[in-house]
């Protein structure tokens, strides 16, 4: 059974950071490039960022650049969403997504999503 897992988000002050963590399972990590979505309430879902396989090379969403880094974990199968200087609008429920190429909503594994709360 394929698992995505997220974890480590919650409420914080803005300014602040997080760190989310995305556990995988019931796949060949090596062979996905792994992401993160995320959707605000009341809005689309929209991409953050992504990262793949063997190269780790990386995607970050352009109001994101310089405020979070995304990383993986080969050994741990697990990727994880570095965030900092955190804002009010960043408040939305984060995804990890998994599949063979990134960029697009139809992605193959969705995690159930982590909630981050940024109060100003």
């Known amino acids: 059974e394929v698992q995505l897992v997220e974890s480590g988000g919650g409420l914080v002050q803005a300014g602040g950071s997080l760190r989310l963590s995305c556990a995988a399972s019931?796949?060949?990590?090596?062979?996905?490039?792994i992401g993160w979505f995320r959707q605000a309430p009341g809005k689309e879902r929209e991409e953050v960022s992504c990262?793949?396989?063997?190269?780790?090379?990386?995607y970050m969403a352009d109001s994101m650049k310089g405020r979070f880094t995304i990383s993986r974990d080969i050994g741990k199968n697990t990727v994880y969403l570095q965030m900092n200087n955190l804002k009010p609008e960043d408040t939305a429920v984060y995804y990890c997504v998994a599949d063979l190429l990134c960029g697009h909503t139809g992605m193959k594994y969705w995690g159930n999503g982590t909630l981050v709360t940024v109060s100003s």
């Open positions: 019931g796949f060949t990590f090596d062979d996905y490039l």
């Open positions: 990262i793949t396989s063997s190269d780790f090379i990386t």
